[in-house]
């Protein structure tokens, strides 16, 4: 039986509706690229869409936007914009230089990238956030965020939190310019990702998804397009021969940092690391077998998540 047809069955027996698109590629897992060039021979083991949808159509992204916000840090730090993941956030942005909190001067760019700035946050349920309803209701979200307690040492508790992704946008924005033109320019052109521009609030920062959480939001991508993604990582940062992400910046980001199975806004596992986003959006790399594994969903409040579906499929491989 052909991989896509398993999917299929896979898919109708476990009942899984809202699932729109798999993709499964595989490239020369040894062909890794110390040496500056793409993986040879790679191809695409199955593809399959679901619920009218088709190559051009653009899927909920979610978290999955998490994860690219961590690679525009990584091409930032090659490029020199950014010095240091351990510079502090106050460098460049002014409310946490007005000591409203006093360990405000200790939060670094690396405590953002791995959920560990101490921030307080409480998510709700899902993406029901009333902390987010209300920072939505500010005219300067950096300014409502700076008013929240740090409630934690920065460094020591990791706590899932749009606070710290919100302030990861704002210090790129100052770091490296208008933040969707950097990351189109450097990341989705060399990329061949093509994408609307992204919801900006009063103060100028940059949020990846629509101002209302909408399932049509501007950044929304193909199942192609997050294949392209996953392509980088495995690729060890280089595509179509050029080079975007430093090995050693890949490498670290797709590790456990204080958290046991999360990095630098991708999730870890033995063998795989992963983008994710909310009702069962997926990027899963697979280093040692070369596979990247792409699904895309229809999300609802209760949350589905796949995962079973990629590693169970890919457990035949």
């Known amino acids: 039986m052909k991989l896509s047809e398993q999917i299929d069955r896979y898919i109708v027996e476990k009942r899984y509706r809202l699932i729109n698109s798999v993709i499964l590629w595989q490239g020369d897992p040894m062909a890794q690229t110390m040496s500056g060039a793409d993986s040879v021979g790679?191809?695409?083991?199955?593809?399959?869409?679901?619920?009218?949808?088709?190559?051009?159509?653009?899927?909920?992204?979610?978290?999955?936007?998490?994860?690219?916000?961590?690679?525009?840090?990584g091409i930032a730090c090659r490029q020199g914009k950014l010095t240091d993941l351990d510079t502090k956030v106050?460098?460049?942005?002014?409310?946490?230089?007005?000591?409203?909190?006093?360990?405000?001067?200790?939060?670094?760019?690396?405590?953002?990238?791995?959920?560990?700035?101490g921030i307080y946050w409480n998510g709700g349920v899902h993406y029901h956030c009333p902390m987010m309803e209300q920072l939505r209701r500010s005219k300067d979200w950096v300014s409502y965020v700076a008013d929240c307690a740090v409630t934690d040492i920065p460094g020591t508790k990791w706590n899932y939190k749009e606070f710290d992704m919100i302030l990861l946008a704002a210090v790129l924005e100052k770091a490296c310019g208008d933040l969707?033109?950097?990351?189109?320019?450097?990341?989705?052109?060399?990329?061949?990702?093509?994408?609307?521009?992204?919801?900006?609030?009063?103060?100028?920062?940059?949020?990846?998804?629509?101002?209302?959480?909408?399932?049509?939001?501007?950044s929304n991508l193909t199942a192609r397009e997050l294949l392209a993604i996953g392509r980088l990582y495995l690729q060890g940062g280089v595509y179509?021969?050029?080079?975007?992400?430093?090995?050693?910046?890949?490498?670290?980001?797709?590790?456990?940092?204080?958290?046991?199975?999360?990095?630098?806004?991708?999730?870890?596992?033995?063998?795989?690391?992963?983008?994710?986003?909310?009702?069962?959006?997926?990027?899963?790399?697979?280093?040692?077998?070369?596979?990247?594994?792409?699904?895309?969903?229809?999300?609802?409040p209760s949350g589905k998540a796949y995962d079973d579906m990629v590693f169970e499929i890919l457990s035949n491989l």
Request: with cysteine.
């Open 42 to 73: 790679g191809e695409v083991l199955a593809e399959n869409y679901y619920n009218g949808c088709t190559v051009e159509s653009r899927g909920v992204m979610r978290s999955v936007m998490k994860s690219v916000l961590s690679a525009a840090v």
């Open 90 to 117: 106050a460098t460049y942005l002014e409310p946490f230089r007005e000591g409203r909190d006093p360990l405000h001067r200790v939060i670094t760019v690396r405590h953002l990238l791995t959920m560990t700035s």
């Open 180 to 218: 969707f033109d950097f990351i189109e320019r450097e990341l989705y052109e060399p990329l061949g990702i093509r994408s609307g521009r992204w919801f900006r609030s009063p103060d100028g920062v940059y949020y990846s998804v629509a101002d209302n959480e909408a399932n049509e939001a501007p």
């Open 240 to 300: 179509n021969g050029r080079r975007i992400l430093s090995e050693d910046y890949i490498r670290e980001s797709t590790r456990p940092y204080r958290e046991p199975n999360y990095g630098y806004l991708w999730w870890c596992g033995p063998d795989w690391y992963s983008a994710m986003g909310f009702g069962g959006q997926r990027i899963t790399v697979f280093p040692e077998k070369g596979v990247v594994a792409v699904v895309q969903a229809t999300p609802t």
